[in-house]
């Protein structure tokens, strides 16, 4: 069974910063194209950013460009979600999610793991 387990989400004020980490099997990171996606309550499940398989391309939702930075590690089988400046408007669950093969989409659909998700709380 193929397990993402997220880490590292918690409450800042605006404009501070959070790192996100997701970490999964050797076998699961090593085919997987890495991506994350939030969700607050009633609203659809947003892409925020996706990562290829070598790291040398990413992806970003037009809401964080520029604040936030997706990277992975693959001696660790860990992604990360760097996010800077952050404002209120960016409280959500964090989801991490593995697409194996393929491109880096945007699209919740075609992602095939999920993991439990963080929560991130940005105070005014």
């Known amino acids: 069974q193929v397990q993402l387990v997220e880490s590292g989400g918690g409450s800042v004020q605006a404009g501070g910063s959070l790192r996100l980490s997701c970490a999964t099997s050797?076998?699961?990171?090593?085919?997987?194209?890495m991506g994350w996606f939030r969700q607050v309550p009633g609203k659809e499940r947003e892409f925020v950013a996706g990562?290829?398989?070598?790291?040398?391309?990413?992806r970003y939702g037009d809401t964080v460009k520029g604040r936030f930075t997706i990277s992975r590690d693959n001696a660790k089988n860990t992604a990360y979600l760097q996010m800077n400046s952050l404002r209120p408007e960016d409280t959500a669950v964090y989801y991490c999610?593995?697409?194996?093969?393929?491109?880096?989409?945007?699209?919740?659909?075609?992602?095939?793991?999920w993991g439990q998700g963080t929560q991130v709380t940005v105070s005014a």
């Open positions: 050797a076998l699961t990171f090593s085919g997987s194209l």
């Open positions: 990562i290829s398989r070598d790291g040398g391309f990413t």
């Open positions: 999610a593995a697409k194996i093969g393929g491109l880096v989409s945007i699209l919740r659909s075609a992602y095939e793991y």
